[in-house]
């Protein structure tokens, strides 16, 4: 059998070429492809023919996307996984920081990741949830999460100076793309594996509501990214405070 690439049935377009390689156990295709600099989708056919003229040629349809502005690479609704641990960092006021808010870094994530603290680094595949939002203001000897709905506002005005400007109740939207594990810039879910983001959703607009029940939260999430997709979750659980 063999492999050829066709454009509207007849030519072989550049930027998609594809090998075909024969093992007793097994057949491969490999094919590479060039990055598309222009906004038009464009589509090739791989089409796959065996020795045999009786049998059938096999056609299978490759659509490349077409550049946009958009940083999320995940095109579709997400439900994320079980959000089954928790990294709940604040920033709050003490004797020499008096702010009017405190400013809360929480991760969450699923089986499978773990945070290095030697090496400040993630570690593992998984996937997680980092969410930064604005509480109200609290002395860091008795800060608590406060239960609320938190509104998602755009990364520069969730930032913006004069600190009196910045309100309790705002979760930060997303800037540059989530592909930085340590620091994303804003909210971010991402899909980890081997310690690299490989995918990521950011957070445009939507609410993260906070609730507890005796010494259990649950943080929920309810997110549109830049394509336009939702991103839903829950985490529930114990939450220890990083200062």
């Known amino acids: 059998w063999s492999v050829r690439v066709e454009a509207d ?28 600099e222009t906004e038009t989708p464009r589509t090739a056919y791989l089409v796959l023919t065996h020795a045999d003229d009786s049998v059938e040629p096999v056609r299978v349809k490759v659509t490349q ?13 997400v439900e994320t996984g079980p959000m089954l641990y928790s990294r709940v960092e604040v920033r709050a006021n003490n004797d020499w920081r008096d702010y009017p808010f405190v400013q809360w870094t929480l991760t969450l994530y699923t089986d499978g990741l773990t945070y290095n603290k030697t090496w400040a680094r993630w570690e593992g595949s998984g996937e997680r949830m980092r969410i930064l939002l604005l509480g109200s203001p609290q002395h860091e000897d008795d800060v608590k999460l406060e239960e609320m709905t938190y509104e998602i506002v755009p990364y520069d005005e969730y930032n913006k100076q004069p600190l009196t400007d910045r309100q309790p109740g705002w979760a930060c939207g997303s800037r540059g793309d989530g592909k930085t594990v340590l620091y994303p810039s804003g909210t971010w879910y991402q899909v980890i594996e081997a310690g690299k983001a490989t995918q990521w959703a950011s957070a445009e607009s939507g609410t ?21 997709c939702k991103v839903t979750g829950s985490y529930t659980g114990p939450i220890d405070i990083i200062l």
């Open 208 to 228: 993260i509501t906070v609730s507890k029940n005796g010494d259990d939260y649950t943080v929920s999430w309810d997110l549109t990214s830049d394509a336009g």
């Open 9 to 36: 049935g007849t030519t072989d377009p550049s930027w998609l070429s594809a090998t075909n390689v024969v093992a007793p156990s097994q057949h491969t295709v490999h094919y590479a492809y060039t990055v598309n």
């Open 65 to 77: 996307r077409g550049k946009t502005d958009v940083n999320s690479t995940i095109y579709e609704d």
